[in-house]
Structure formats: C-alpha cells, structure tokens
C-alpha cells in the first residue's frame, strides 16, 4: 500500500514493542519531537478497540512524562492527525517559549529562527526514561 | 486565575458530566468542529491519575465517533495544545479534502475559502449521537 510508517521506522527509534514504537523525529527545529507509531496500518483511534486505543494513549502518556522529565518543557503537545499519511502515529511535541513558534502550533507561523537549547545525551537519557516507564 | 475555560463553557455545551464537557466550537471554517474540556484546571494529561487521563480520552473518542457517524469525515483530527490556555482541552476536528486548509492541520497555510457543508440539524444529530455514548 506504499505507506512511509508501514514501510520505514518514521524515526530513530528509542523504544518499541510488537504493539507500537516511540521514535526520535528529524525535526531541526524540535529536539525532543517524539512521534508514538502503531506498528498496524490503522487510520481512526475509533478504529482500534478500546482496549488497544487506551494501550496506545499509555505509550503517548509515558512518552509526555519521559518529556517532562528530561526536558521540562513549558508545555506538551500531542497531535493525531493523518491527513497525509493516514497510519496513526502521534506527535508528543516539547513547547518551550522561546521555540520556533510558540505560542503557535508548530504547523503554525513561525515566531523566531532557533530552537530551545537541547540537553546533552538527549536520546540517551529518554531511552533510559522511556524504559523505565515501559 | 483569569482562565477563559474555568470562566466560560468555551463553546455551546452539546453534552457534559461532573467532569468535562463537550462543546460545539465557534469555528465558521469548520463546522462539527468539537472541544472536549476537562472541567478543572490541569495543564498536562499526565497531570491527571492514570483513571482520569482514560476518562477524558473516552469522551475524546466518543467525539470522534460521533463526528464520524453524523458527517463521515475523511479523516478526524485530535490534539491538545495548550499554548495559549493551559487548561486541558481537547480538539476533535473532521476534515475533509475540501475543507480549508486540507491536508494541512487546521492551524497551517489556508488551500482554500469555503468550509465543507454540513448535514443540517448538525448540532442536533450531534447531541444524540454524544448521548447515546455517553
């Protein structure tokens, strides 16, 4: 069906089960921008059963406080769109008030040109939050 | 604290409980546009207990399916910012291919002027539906 997330990881990935990843986006402008991946090529939330859609809203949760832990974000963002690539993933997305487009949507206009400095061993040190969480 | 959802219902209020509310929102461009709102103050999702995160996100997909029996979107949109207001609050957004800004998210590049029609008695058939699941 040439689908990227059937066909690619979308991501490093940091963490993953037979069920769904969580993967490092490559978003310049975003360090931190985690996405959580269904592995199956679902479109709606509403079309995966209960069980499963609370399954996955607890990897975007523990990917919001991995987040929250590492970075301290001012904000967090989570997005399930699928308007151009209609496999649900989410965006777990750390705002900070000096970010590109805060305090717009990261779709939005752009506000200033760099991004919110990142902490050192960035993806090392979610990976370890995201495992203990998993 | 000066909050326009601890103050106002945000919307007209279509179906509510002791702990959140679903609210049509005042978004011309996008008719069926819905809110979920947490009635309290809390920034994050991962704010709440585990048992209110899944409270909340089952109102969330029963929105979704609600918009998704009554218009038969192309697709549904959810997200929670919070930029602006930092009070929990969900968007649950049809889209269609011929909306105004399809397939960018609804806060990106404008395609085109006019809002998909909706089917009358929208908020109507919308209230019934958010009935039945609630």
Known sequence: ???PLCDTPGGTVLWQD???????ADEPDYPGFLRVIL????KEMTGLPA???QALMRVV???EAALREVMAPDKVNLASLGNVVPHLH???IPRFADDPHFPNP?????????????????????????TRKG
């Open 61 to 63: 949760f523990a990917a």
């Open 106 to 130: 990261v779709w939005g206009a752009k506000q200033r040109d760099t991004p919110h400095a990142a902490p050192p061993d960035l993806s090392a040190r979610l990976v370890a939050s995201l």
């Open 1 to 3: 069906m040439n689908c």
């Open 39 to 42: 592995n199956a090529h679902v």
């Open 51 to 53: 069980a499963d859609r």
């Open 18 to 24: 037979d069920f769904c990843r969580v993967v490092l």
């Open 90 to 92: 989410w965006h777990v």
